[in-house]
């Protein structure tokens, strides 16, 4: 009985090896496809602007100050008032001066006659040369005398010195005012300027007629104003180190502008444009070299060497080692091995 169970058991196994399935082939070469994301170089624009906003302000204003005291006779203008270099624009009271001017002439008119005097008893030798040069000097204090009342006289005419448009206007009719005290304030508002504070570290890449745009608020939310850099301050404040880059507005008060308004200024302070450029996370660093992996015509990787610039947000500069049209792996080329065969599933320009 157990001699005809293990002649069965043989036979079931023997029946049960034929039907087994056989182990499936790997594929031919053995290659891995490795899929990855790639950029293809293109001139990019790396260039660094920094926003900086200031008041606008004009070019020149002067603060007029009385040169005398007395009491304000007549203001002749107002704020927003057009005046010409010249205008009178107010009066102050200087009686009491003119009183000193006459005596002074009439000291002159006097001192003028005892010289002419003095003149024809010399050409008849009648007197010494000394009292002849005493009364030649006391003519010219006289005359000095009426130049200094005359002028003193003038100081109760305040006039403009510029043309330009009355900004402040600090006094009233009938106040009494001391020696340089201020009157008016006076704008040439023709050329209105924004005078920024840059930075020590950004300045060095900026020169004079440097085409610079400005959004004002109150007038252009949407279109910049056009400026150009006028001129860049020889030294930094103390206190904020920055330096003082002027911008002049052509043409702004066309455009609605006005002295106080709110400026905010676009300066490029590191021109890159047209430079290649790469993910900053596709290069890396091995052995003293900069490389990233490149894409070749049969999809396998290749490892370039590059020399890389500066990093500007998420982009890399490359100085040499690619050239337009190059498929750069976007990801980290420490992961990965020269000649490995890939798929590129995203590319991006």
Not at 154 to 179: L, Q
Request: aromatic share 4%.
């Amino acid at each position: 009985m157990k001699f005809l169970l293990l002649v069965a058991s043989v036979i079931c196994l023997a029946a049960c090896g034929g039907q087994s399935s056989p182990e499936p082939a790997s594929p031919r070469g053995g290659d891995r496809v490795l899929p990855v994301q790639a950029y293809e170089v293109q001139p990019r624009d790396l260039s660094r602007v920094v926003q900086v906003s200031a008041p606008v302000e004009p070019f020149r204003t002067i603060r007029l100050a009385s040169r005398t005291e007395g009491v304000l006779t007549e203001v002749l203008v107002e704020e927003g008032d057009r005046v010409e270099a010249g205008q009178v624009l107010a009066r102050i009271d200087v009686r009491e001066q003119r009183a000193e001017l006459a005596r002074a002439r009439a000291r002159l008119n006097e001192r003028q006659t005892t010289f002419e005097r003095m003149e024809q008893l010399k050409e008849r030798n009648f007197i010494d040369a000394a009292s002849y040069e005493v009364a030649q000097a006391e003519l010219e204090i006289a005359s000095s005398d009426v130049e200094l009342w005359l002028t003193r006289v003038d100081f109760g005419t305040v006039s403009s010195s510029i043309d330009g448009t009355i900004v402040g206007r600090y006094v009233e009719p009938g106040e009494a005012i001391g020696r340089h005290a201020p009157l008016f304030s006076i704008a040439d508002l023709g050329s209105l300027v924004v005078r920024l504070g840059v930075s020590e570290l950004d300045v060095a890449g900026l020169q004079m007629g440097d085409a610079v745009l400005l959004h004002v608020d109150a007038v252009s939310r949407q279109t910049p104003l056009p400026g150009v850099i006028r001129r860049i301050f020889p030294a930094a404040e103390l206190d904020s180190r920055l330096i003082t880059v002027e911008v002049e507005l052509p043409d702004a008060l066309d455009h609605g502008v006005r002295p106080g308004f709110l400026a905010r200024a676009s300066l490029l302070v590191d021109r890159r444009d047209g430079v290649l450029a790469v993910p900053a996370g596709s290069v890396a660093e091995s052995a003293g070299e900069h490389f990233v992996m490149i894409v070749n015509g049969q999809e396998r990787l290749e490892r370039r060497v590059v020399e890389p610039g500066i990093i500007r947000g998420p982009w890399r500069e490359i100085l040499d080692g690619i050239s337009v049209g190059d498929k750069v792996v976007a990801a980290n080329p420490l992961e990965m091995n020269a000649g490995e065969r890939v798929r590129i599933v995203d590319l991006a320009g």
